[in-house]
């Protein structure tokens, strides 16, 4: 009110503090005993506390931000700089934090999968806590781009202060451990242990021909080898029957992964109780 009542007075609004008409409108409304005026001009720095912690605001603490937002426990002034609240000196320390490794290429299918799947869990926590009122999206906290970076860096991921560093901290409480446990859950899936000993013999592979390379140039004196040929052997074709059998075993894997999936999802089944509801499955 501070501000704005001045239009009625000199046809125009005051945009600055310490304007002497912004002054002399204070000094009036004190004395008539008027609240104090809390609006973003007459109080910007507050205003851009809120505005810089709105990713941190929940139904918890909502009041609190309205009404004292100095002193909401988590909250950052803006004038802060950002690497510095995270532990890193302007470019010139040290960050405590680890460099991940960004993946090159399409992302694999197990992974997309995976990604879809810690959205959806993610979300059924956001349900659990504010209750499917569209007060507020999950995806706003934690969306499918950052489900796929965590997916990437899946295997540095080796405790839940990686998820959390990932996520950007645990702004819906709970969300951090959600997150984790899903994946150590998915690590132990046919799928997931498939990808991991793909990406096992990957990086061993890679590391043989680091090693091959670097042996090579430390070899000073080569010395040619006539080396006797030998007929190329042909490749065996795999018989029609393991190729049928390959396809309905990843059709067996999609089904259960989507078995589970949907008693988690309309069910609740809790993730350790998948093994005694698929086995209840198939005895039927």
């Known amino acids: 009110m501070t501000l704005f009542v001045n239009h009625t007075r000199i046809g125009v609004i005051p945009c600055q503090k310490d304007d002497p008409r912004v002054i002399a409108e204070e ?70 934090k680890k460099g991940w490794r960004k993946r090159c290429g399409p992302l694999d299918p197990a992974l997309e999968e995976l990604a879809d799947e810690l959205v959806f869990m993610f979300e059924l926590h956001c349900n659990e806590l504010f209750g499917d009122d569209g007060y507020c999206e999950s995806e706003d906290y934690f969306g499918l781009e950052r489900a796929t970076k965590i ?60 090693d091959k390379t670097l042996k090579e140039k430390n070899t000073i004196n080569i010395i040619p080898k006539v080396i006797a040929s030998f007929p190329l052997q042909k490749k065996q074709r795999r018989t029609s029957e393991q190729v049928k059998a390959d396809k309905e075993a990843a059709t067996h894997r999609r089904e259960y992964n989507q078995r589970c999936i949907n008693w988690m999802k309309f069910d609740h089944v809790p993730s350790n109780k998948l093994d005694a509801k698929e086995r209840a499955y198939q005895e039927k």
């Open 27 to 96: 000094a009036r409304e004190k004395a008539e005993g008027f609240p104090k005026c809390e609006c973003s001009n007459c109080n910007p720095e507050a205003a851009a506390m809120l505005v810089h912690n709105l990713p941190k605001l929940t139904k918890l603490n909502y009041m609190d931000a309205m009404t004292n937002v100095s002193e909401v426990e988590g909250f950052f002034k803006p004038n802060k700089d950002e690497s510095e609240q995270a532990g890193v000196g302007n470019g010139q320390g040290i960050s405590n």
């Open 151 to 210: 997916v990437e860096i899946i295997e540095d991921v080796k405790c839940s202060e990686d998820i959390e560093d990932a996520m950007g901290g645990d702004i819906i409480e709970g969300g951090v451990d959600v997150v984790f446990d899903y994946i150590n859950e998915w690590r132990t899936r046919d799928t997931g242990i498939e990808f991991l000993r793909k990406r096992e013999i990957i990086r061993e592979k890679k590391k043989q021909d680091e």
